[in-house]
């Protein structure tokens, strides 16, 4: 890095924090912007802007949303009687992305975790109960990841929702759409066999 | 991505368009960002804009700087007699990183290029031309890439400084630190042959 260019090095040193981003992706990164001023450098100086100051959490599921409540909980068409659970807003959005399921999402905010001492009350649970309790809710989509922390956040909940009525049911576990044998880990593949079914 | 969300969506486009971030890591950059407002995400936003509005390219080598001329070109312990020419800044950078090169620089701006139609006119040549018969110039140091382009643009430079008193040299070819032959390509163990040396 040059002797000078100190606002150079400030924004080199943001960028390398970001994920997927090393320092020299980070310095790639900023000349590429320097060379789009107009084009790009200001317009994302102005997004990170608005959406810091207007992006917060809906008050009903934790996404993230500009209007609260967010959109999802907002339309009369996703009150299926389904609430998709997932970890976070990114597991929502991959959830939307397939375009496969049409109810309300819930976003724990993190898993329970013994390790990283993250307990039942670090997490959205209580309000996940309330909302079992109160909306019209048939069925509880567990879409959580199939770690150790994903499936013991899991059975708690199984546990919390186990006299609510709901039913409580959990993704499937299985060779990946294109998964070739040779590539997966023993647990995918004892889990596949365990959940085999008939042609 | 949830069907709200236009500023988050407004956000994600932006950071995918920056070098080495696909949709996918950029939604991850996002909300790693939205974690981190007050840390990481308003101080970006400023950063971004403080770089856009002050940096701009030093008037006597190209060097990004928000300070003109830059901090190389105004410090006197540069003034060795020998310019170093590189592409773009990204060199610049990656000479001074190395602190083997305590000389000042000559950001082309581009390589000379048939495919691309880029001529003399559109480098940073002239200036380069004006910069050997002005300043007290012994050696002009090309560190170019080891490509087509590079090596085109090379001896041009050459031949355009031939009768300028300065010798015009170029970084060494050969096998990298670290190299081992079996994954080198055939053109730099033919290149690091042809300028073997005597141990």
């Known amino acids: 890095m040059a002797?000078?260019?100190?606002?150079?090095?400030?924004?080199?040193?943001?960028?390398?924090?970001?994920?997927?981003l090393g320092p020299r992706s980070a310095r790639r990164a900023v000349l590429h912007l320097l060379k789009k001023r107009r084009q790009l450098m200001e317009p994302l100086a102005e997004a990170l802007r608005n959406a810091a100051e207007s992006v917060r959490e809906c008050?009903?599921?934790?996404?993230?949303?500009?209007?609260?409540?967010?959109?999802?909980?907002?339309?009369?068409?996703r009150?299926?009687?389904?609430?998709?659970?997932?970890?976070?807003v990114g597991?929502?959005?991959?959830?939307?992305?397939?375009?496969?399921?049409?109810?309300r999402y819930h976003v724990l905010g993190g898993l329970l975790s013994a390790l990283d001492r993250i307990g039942p009350e670090e997490l959205r649970?209580?309000?996940?109960?309330?909302r079992v309790s109160g909306e019209d809710?048939?069925?509880?989509?567990?879409a959580l990841p199939a770690t150790v922390d994903g499936q013991t956040t899991a059975h708690y909940i199984a546990d919390?929702?186990?006299?609510?009525?709901?039913?409580?049911?959990?993704?499937?576990?299985?060779?990946?759409?294109?998964?070739?044998?040779?590539?997966?880990?023993?647990?995918?593949?004892t889990a596949a066999l365990r959940a085999r079914r008939r042609l």
Chains 1, 2 share one sequence.
């Open 91 to 103: 597991g929502l959005w991959a959830m939307e992305r397939t375009g496969g399921f049409r109810g």
């Open 3 to 20: 002797a000078d260019g100190q606002e150079i090095e400030a924004l080199v040193a943001l960028m390398a924090r970001l994920p997927g």
């Open 125 to 130: 649970l209580p309000r996940l109960l309330a």
């Open 79 to 88: 009150a299926t009687g389904e609430i998709c659970v997932v970890e976070d």
């Open 160 to 189: 919390l929702l186990s006299g609510s009525g709901a039913a409580v049911t959990t993704l499937a576990q299985g060779v990946p759409m294109g998964g070739d044998l040779d590539y997966l880990d023993d647990g995918t593949i």
């Open 59 to 77: 008050s009903l599921c934790g996404n993230l949303t500009a209007a609260d409540p967010c959109a999802l909980c907002r339309n009369p068409a």
């Open 137 to 142: 809710v048939r069925e509880v989509i567990l």
